[in-house]
């Protein structure tokens, strides 16, 4: 097999893009540049996947470097049973949104930052990835492609998945010898409806303490083991699920998908990034936008005992934006926090929204336009 990076148009079952995507809809619909929507209930919306048109594929070998991926049908993919993501996964997966402004624009929020996380990832688990700028121009090109699936303002934003796998066939441990980036792409609601109740886990850990873990990266291997405490918490009527450090199981680290904040005294304070948990996007917004708020942040080992005597908690994620915490369950005890629209975290959140759907001025540069 020839292990060179070869362009999508080398591969079978990637037909070309139909005229819809310059134009006229195959459902019989007007064009998209007209602004006409996907056949989706946009007020019902959850966070769930719902197929849309296109799909971005870029291929590479071990040792080079992408060149140049090509859209394709939404779909199925290929893969042998001894790829390396299947058998020793291999993969890292990035999460992004594109918002509709209210005046028809569509943007995205901080995508470079994405980008240099995949890379991050990437070199931790010895794989090639794309430059800021591929990543970029990949997101940018499967949103318009999938422009018809972008929701309305207000109503939702389109998720975009990107990922980057060893999908070459090998038996022994050891880097894959092909990659794959692609990016597919779904219309979301919000990830949680409502305040949160969370149950903080004392048994089972997301990470391994200590420098050297891959806790830091958005491994795929770091989400699977976060299943049996998070199913076992929603069974009995929580939201979500808090890991504690596996070292001392004294001090908060992050929730199954998503960082933490806690407020006291109009102090915020979160978990500092010490290779355990993910350097959220989100997070480090939100860090900015407090300070620049006249928030003191202080990011440092928080203990079990200060959040549960704090004034209020929230949760910070691509998929959850910003979500305020209603109460937390630790062993026998329970904390219920101040919830409501005078709330530090909704202050933080509308802020961020604002920022995200183009209803304030970006000053910070932080929203790419696309169209």
């Known amino acids: 097999m020839d292990l060179k990076c070869r362009q999508i148009s080398d591969f079978p079952t990637m037909p070309p893009l139909p005229p819809s995507i310059l134009g006229n809809c195959e459902d ?21 996947l719902v197929p849309t048109d296109y799909m971005y594929v870029m291929k590479c070998a071990k040792g080079e470097k992408f060149s140049q991926g090509s859209l394709i049908r939404y779909g199925n993919i290929e893969i042998s049973p001894s ?14 949104k594109a918002y509709r402004t209210e005046d028809g624009r569509i943007q995205l929020f901080r995508p470079e930052e994405n980008a240099q996380r995949m890379k991050t990832g990437a070199d931790r688990l010895c794989m090639p990835s794309p430059s800021i700028e591929q990543f ?3 997101v940018k090109q499967t949103v318009l492609a999938n422009k018809r699936w972008v929701p309305p303002p207000g109503k939702g934003s389109l998720y975009m998945r990107p990922l980057l796998m060893g999908t070459g066939a090998l038996l022994g441990v050891a880097p894959a010898p092909e990659y794959t980036f692609l990016i597919y792409c ?3 609601g919000c990830y949680h409806k409502g305040l949160l ?15 050297g873990g891959t806790g830091g990266i958005k491994s795929v291997t770091n989400y699977a083991p976060v299943y049996t405490a998070i199913t076992e918490a929603k069974a009995n009527g929580f939201s979500d699920v808090l890991f504690l450090d596996s070292a001392t199981g004294k001090y908060i680290e992050e929730a199954s998908a998503c960082n933490v904040f806690v407020v006291k005294d109009n102090v915020i304070f979160t978990p500092e990034i010490d290779g355990t948990i993910l350097p959220g996007i989100t997070r480090k917004s939100i860090i900015e936008i407090a300070t620049d708020l006249g928030y003191q942040v202080k990011e440092r080992a928080v203990s079990v005992e200060e959040m549960l005597s704090a004034d209020e908690m929230f949760c910070t994620g691509t998929a959850v934006v910003v979500n305020s915490v209603a109460s937390v369950t630790y062993k026998k005890t329970r904390a219920e926090y101040k ?10 959140r509308k802020t961020l929204v604002r920022i995200q759907t183009g209803c304030v001025e970006d000053k910070k540069s932080w929203t790419v336009q696309i169209d």
Request: hydrophobic share 35%; charged share 25%.
């Open 28 to 48: 019989g619909s007007e064009s998209v540049a007209g602004e006409n929507y996907a056949d989706v209930n946009w007020e019902e919306l959850g966070f769930s």
């Open 83 to 96: 790829a390396g993501i299947l058998n020793y996964g291999q993969g890292i997966f990035e999460g992004l």
């Open 136 to 138: 970029v121009d990949a």
């Open 186 to 188: 779904s219309p979301v």
């Open 197 to 211: 109740n969370i149950k903080v886990e004392d048994r089972l850990y997301r990470a391994i303490s200590g420098c």
């Open 339 to 348: 919830t409501g629209p005078e709330t530090v975290s909704e202050k933080l």
